[in-house]
């Protein structure tokens, strides 16, 4: 009897998936994203109250949102995608989402740093192999032109799962407790499982990208894309630009709902509305944002998609400084949404551009390793770096100090925004062509 987790014999092609099913699947996909998300950042919003119930410090919430989470979803990403380059990406997708999902309940059952720490430690390896081969699936699902669409799409779960995690999490904390919140959200990913496992399927690879011949090659191993990809500086500068824009979003995704309550005066619940729809509303029209323009300007310029959210983040520094000393609710929550979708609108264009640097049978092994440059970098330093310098700045602001620790790290946007100029110099050279 054939192993569940064995390759899907290559029928129907892609090329035959009728555009409603290839919209079903975006769909299932998105709705595993948010899941994905929604576990990853509610911890953000729970950590004031979970901080008094556990007597933690700052940088113990750093690095129970960042080293904890980060150091297995990083690294396990890349032999994941290994296999999603030889097994059922569908199923392995599947068993990712109720892994981290139980985990995620198990945190509601946690009675110190510790217990915390190991059950987040669950969450990120089963969340490593969520995202990787969900990109390989939608570049199967979708033609080269639309891909920057279709992976902006896909992007919605993180303002999504995030403004989801936000607004639920809060308002169940506010209105029960903490770890009834945990038990929730995550209950939901583990009723989510079989039904995605239903809906997705996988489509031949590369069969949108070769007109004639739809036949795989071989698998390839992860020292064979890193002999395509190390010597591209393209890849590099994409990663480590994606990778300083994300220490900066999850440090502002984790601490913000925190300088809402501190500095601001806002209650969890106030927080939780407040916050949750500045992701949701910022958040979505960014993304689509990012990845429209890189499809409009791509076709002709590859510069178009490093360069796109590179000039986004310049945008988005005064934005912020704005919005963060705004006295007016109003006025801050329209300053806030400007600049959260400013700063994500990297996601479709720096995801489209990885997934051409290398060929169609290397995608979800390539995207491993971009996760596992921006994801180790990005979780483990960006909740962490946040929470170290408030704790550090405290004697001299005190209850203002997150508020100087958020305006330090937003020097992370300019880092960004530098490497993926040098990736736009170089990006039409490093180009994987495909035969048309």
């Known amino acids: 009897m054939a192993s569940p987790f064995a390759a899907p014999s290559p029928t129907p092609p892609a090329t035959a998936t009728p555009s409603r099913s290839r919209y079903l699947v975006l769909a299932m996909l998105i709705a595993a994203y948010a899941c994905n998300l ?14 008094r119930d556990l007597g933690l410090t700052d940088t113990q919430l750093g690095l129970m949102g960042g080293l904890a989470f980060g150091m297995l979803y990083s690294t396990v990403a890349v ?33 110190g740093f510790w217990s915390l ?20 699936l939608v570049s199967d699902y979708f033609p080269r032109e639309q891909r920057a669409r279709a992976l902006a799409a896909y992007s919605f779960g993180v303002p999504v799962g995030s403004a989801m995690g936000i607004l639920f999490g809060g308002l169940i904390a506010a209105a029960v407790s903490w770890r009834v919140a945990f038990v929730v959200v995550g209950g939901a990913g583990v009723l989510l499982a079989p039904l995605f496992k239903l809906v997705v399927r996988d489509p031949v690879r590369g069969g949108l990208d070769a007109r004639a011949d739809t036949t795989a090659p071989p698998p390839a191993g992860v020292r064979d894309v890193l002999r395509v990809v ?93 919005a963060m000393n705004s006295r007016s609710p109003v006025w801050a929550w329209v ?13 479709g264009p720096i995801v489209s551009a990885i997934q051409h640097l290398v060929p169609a049978h290397m995608r979800s092994t390539a995207n491993a390793l971009y996760l596992l440059v921006n994801s180790l970098l990005g979780t483990g330093v960006g909740y962490w770096i946040f929470g170290f310098l408030s704790d550090r700045l405290a004697p001299t602001y005190g209850a203002e100090s997150m508020r100087y620790a958020l305006y330090y790290g937003l020097g992370f946007y300019p880092l960004a925004a530098l490497l993926l100029y040098g990736a736009s110099r170089r990006i039409g050279r490093d180009w994987v062509e495909v035969p048309g």
């Open 38 to 51: 929604l576990d990853r950042q509610i911890l953000g919003i729970l950590k004031e109250p979970i901080k």
């Open 230 to 322: 190390g010597p591209k500086p393209t890849f590099w500068l994409l990663a480590l630009g994606a990778t300083s824009a994300s220490i900066c979003g999850y440090g502002l995704a984790f601490w913000l709902p925190s300088f809402f309550m501190r500095s601001m005066g806002m209650s969890l619940a106030g927080t939780s509305w407040f916050y949750g729809s500045i992701t949701l509303v910022g958040g979505m029209a960014g993304i689509w944002l990012g990845g429209t323009l890189s499809d409009r300007f791509g076709g002709t310029n590859k510069a178009a998609y490093p360069l796109t959210p590179a000039v986004c983040f310049v945008l988005s520094l005064p934005c912020f400084y704005a």
């Open 79 to 111: 032999p994941v995608a290994w296999l999603a380059d030889r097994m059922s990406r569908s199923w392995i997708m599947t068993v990712a989402l109720a892994l981290w999902s139980a985990f995620t309940m198990l945190c509601g059952a946690a009675s």
């Open 335 to 347: 300053l806030f949404v400007v600049p959260q979708a400013l700063t994500l609108s990297w996601f």
């Open 117 to 136: 720490f190991l059950a987040r430690v669950g969450v990120g390896l089963g969340e490593a192999g969520g995202v990787a081969p969900a990109y390989s």
